[in-house]
C-alpha cells in the first residue's frame, strides 16, 4: 500500500524589507485534504505494514478534538481498514454531535470506546491492551499521537534534496515523532529546532530515542501554557499571519511554532543571513472545535 501524494511546496514567508533572514514554510498541510501534514507521513509506512500483516482493522487512541483520530478515521476509510478509536473522557459518548472531530471520525467509519481519564492513563499498559484485544480482536495498533519507528520512518521523507541549503529546520513537537524524521534525515551542518505544544521535560528523553545526532534543540517557552492553551495574543498573531501571508496556521501546533519563530528572529536569535525552513505539520481540522470553545470564553475567534 502507499499513498501517492505530490511532495509539498516551499512557500516564502516575507519578512520585514530590513530583515536578512529568509523564511519559508513547507506546506505539508496541503499534501491531502484529510489525512495531510506529519499524520500522512506518520500513517503511510504503519498502514503498509498493517497490510502486510493481514490487519483489517486500526486501533488508536485520542482526545476530543485529535488531529491523530481524525487522521485516522479519514485514511482507514480511505484505505479499506475499520477503525476504533479510544477516546479519553467518558462524558464524550454523549457530545458527539457537538465535537467536530468526533462526528468526522465517525462519519467516516470509526468506531469509538470513551474511557475515564484515569483508564486513559494506562493506554501503554499490557493488561490495558489485552482487555482491548479481547474486546476488538486482531486489531493493528497505532500509538497515541501515531508515534512509532515506522511514523519516524515517513517523517524522514519530509525533507528532499531541495532543502539541503536551508540552515534551520523548524517544527511543532506533540509526541516527538515528527521531529525525530526530520532530525534523521537533516544534514549535521543543519540545526532542528523544535516547538513543543506542551509543557513537559519528558519530550528531550523521547525523541533522543529514535535518533543519534545532535543538532537539535527545543524551544520550551512557546507552549502558551500548555497543550491546546490560548490565549488573544496568539489568536491575533494566526489571524495577521493568514491576512499577510495566505497560510492558515492552527491554535495547538503550528500557530505556537511560527510564533516562536518570529520572537526568536526577532530577538536576533538567527545569525544574519540564516535560511530557515519550517514544517506545515497540518492540524487545521482542529480550529473549528477550538474556535466553540473560544466562543464560549467570549475570546477572539481563529479566522478561517
Known amino acids: 500500500m502507499s499513498f501517492n501524494f505530490e511532495n509539498s511546496i516551499n512557500q516564502h514567508i516575507k519578512l520585514s524589507e530590513e530583515s536578512d533572514i529568509k523564511l519559508f514554510i513547507k506546506r505539508e498541510d496541503a499534501l491531502h485534504e484529510f489525512v495531510s501534514g506529519n499524520k500522512y507521513r506518520k500513517l503511510k509506512h504503519n498502514l503498509a505494514q498493517a497490510k502486510a500483516l493481514g490487519h483489517t482493522s486500526l486501533l488508536t487512541f485520542g482526545g476530543a478534538y485529535s488531529n491523530h483520530i481524525a487522521a485516522v478515521a479519514a485514511a482507514g476509510n480511505l484505505f479499506g481498514f475499520k477503525t476504533i478509536g479510544i477516546v479519553r473522557g467518558e462524558e464524550l459518548a454523549t457530545k458527539i454531535k457537538s465535537n467536530p472531530t468526533l462526528q468526522f471520525a465517525k462519519k467516516n467509519g470509526m468506531q469509538f470506546k470513551f474511557v475515564s481519564r484515569a483508564v486513559y492513563r494506562e493506554k501503554s499498559s499490557s493488561e490495558f491492551l489485552k482487555i482491548l484485544q479481547q474486546e476488538f480482536n486482531n486489531f493493528y495498533l497505532i500509538p497515541e499521537g501515531g508515534t512509532n519507528a515506522l511514523a519516524v520512518k515517513g517523517c524522514e521523507e519530509i525533507l528532499s534534496n531541495d532543502d539541503l541549503d536551508f540552515d534551520y529546520i523548524c517544527c511543532a513537537v506533540g509526541t516527538g515523532g515528527t521531529i525525530s524524521g526530520l532530525i534523521n534525515s537533516s544534514k549535521p551542518k543543519q540545526q532542528v529546532l523544535g516547538f513543543p505544544a506542551l509543557k513537559g521535560?519528558?519530550?528531550?528523553?523521547?525523541?533522543?530515542?529514535?535518533?543519534?545526532?545532535?543538532?537539535?534543540?527545543?524551544?520550551?517557552?512557546?507552549?502558551?501554557?500548555?497543550?491546546?492553551?490560548?490565549?488573544?495574543?496568539?489568536?491575533?498573531?494566526?489571524?495577521?499571519?493568514?491576512?499577510?501571508?495566505?497560510?492558515?496556521?492552527?491554535?495547538?501546533?503550528?500557530?505556537?511554532?511560527?510564533?516562536?519563530?518570529?520572537?526568536?528572529?526577532?530577538?536576533?536569535?538567527?545569525?544574519?543571513?540564516?535560511?530557515?525552513?519550517?514544517?506545515?505539520?497540518?492540524?487545521?481540522?482542529?480550529?473549528?472545535?477550538?474556535?466553540?470553545?473560544?466562543?464560549?470564553?467570549?475570546?477572539?475567534?481563529?479566522?478561517?
Open 201 to 304: 521535560s519528558f519530550l528531550q528523553q523521547d525523541i533522543s530515542k529514535f535518533v543519534t545526532q545532535t543538532n537539535w534543540d527545543l524551544k520550551t517557552h512557546y507552549h502558551f501554557g500548555g497543550y491546546a492553551k490560548v490565549n488573544s495574543e496568539l489568536i491575533a498573531f494566526i489571524n495577521q499571519f493568514k491576512l499577510e501571508h495566505e497560510v492558515q496556521l492552527d491554535p495547538v501546533y503550528t500557530g505556537k511554532m511560527m510564533y516562536g519563530i518570529f520572537d526568536l528572529i526577532e530577538k536576533q536569535y538567527f545569525p544574519k543571513g540564516s535560511k530557515i525552513l519550517a514544517i506545515h505539520t497540518g492540524g487545521l481540522q482542529g480550529i473549528e472545535g477550538m474556535n466553540a470553545l473560544l466562543q464560549k470564553k467570549q475570546l477572539p475567534l481563529i479566522h478561517v
